[in-house]
């Protein structure tokens, strides 16, 4: 009864009768099947359908897979994630939205050491990125391997230098870390080689995640072997840069002489940012607006002064000096 009211049902003219079918279904090598009512009606249903789907579909968005480490760090967040959810439910007024934080929110003028897991893990993460860098471009693999000799951190951003000194070998590598969910991410670093069979130096980027944008200039490097006067400081690259969803951000790096133990920085807008002196190097950066490098009417302004006014030095003894001009290159080998 079911068979014949299937057959009674069946469109006199189907996809299988037209003469397209009949022509490819002649040129088929395969045997032959003879299909049941049924079984013909079903083929036919599967073959209009797939007839009508879209040889375009849509792409499946990309979908970075975790390693096991960001696996765990993510899913321990979770219970913290739901307590913040349900607290901001429970707190926030009807209507309204609690909008994220900026990781800037979080930086401080004063910086203090990195240390425990965030020292471990930025520490690992910035050697695999100055190292493939390095790699990338010379095919040589582990020019750092030693811990840094520059670690601080500002909130959830952390800076670190790794440096080699052994004449004629000169190696530098830096960071600047992110943590975001405790997964360290780089959001600019520099990387200068020099003395070995494949000397490099450049700007390694930024992990894709951040979307960062960044410009380096350079003040000039010191001879190998110069020493710097007492009671100074050397300035010896400044950066830009901007990272999308958090803002924007200025940085300088460069040496110390051997009596000075501290140094505060006089930005270009007057406000103060303590530099972490360490190991003969310093580091100050803060978050800020790209630099003010003038104009063509009132003269360009590409050198320190557009990001420092000045710097306030503590010497060993426990002297501080105010006002005092950061050196450069021009200081040394075009004195002013």
Known sequence: MIRKTI??????????????????????????????????IRSEARLAQIMATDPN?????????????????RLAAIPALAAA?????????SGTSIAPVPA???WTSS???????????????????????????SGDHDYFTTEPVFAEQRGDFAFLIFAEWNDPVSKKGDCLILFRDE?????????????????FAGSGGSDPELWVSSATWSFGALAR???????????SEARFGTIRDEGSFNLIVGQVADDVVGLTVVRADGELTVATVENGLFVAWWPDERPDFGSAATGWNFGPGAWVRSGIIELEDGTILEN?????????????
């Open 7 to 40: 057959s009674e049902n069946q469109p006199e003219n189907t996809i299988a009768d037209n003469p397209e079918s009949k022509l490819l279904r002649a040129l088929d090598s395969a045997p032959t099947t003879v299909l049941t009512n049924t079984t013909q």
């Open 57 to 73: 579909p849509a792409p499946v968005p990309y979908r970075k897979r975790l390693t096991k480490p960001q696996l765990i760090m």
């Open 85 to 93: 959810f349900i607290a901001g439910s429970v707190l926030a007024p």
């Open 104 to 106: 800037f929110a979080t």
């Open 111 to 137: 910086p203090t050491p990195l240390t425990g897991e965030r020292l471990l893990a930025a520490t690992e993460r910035c050697l695999d990125f100055v190292n493939w860098h390095i790699a990338s471009s």
């Open 183 to 199: 997964i360290p991410l780089v959001v600019t670093g520099l990387v200068d080689v020099t003395g070995t069979e494949h000397d």
């Open 225 to 235: 072997g110069t020493e710097l006067p007492p009671n100074s400081v050397f300035l």
């Open 324 to 336: 005092q001009q950061l050196l450069t290159s021009m200081d040394f080998y075009n004195p002013r």
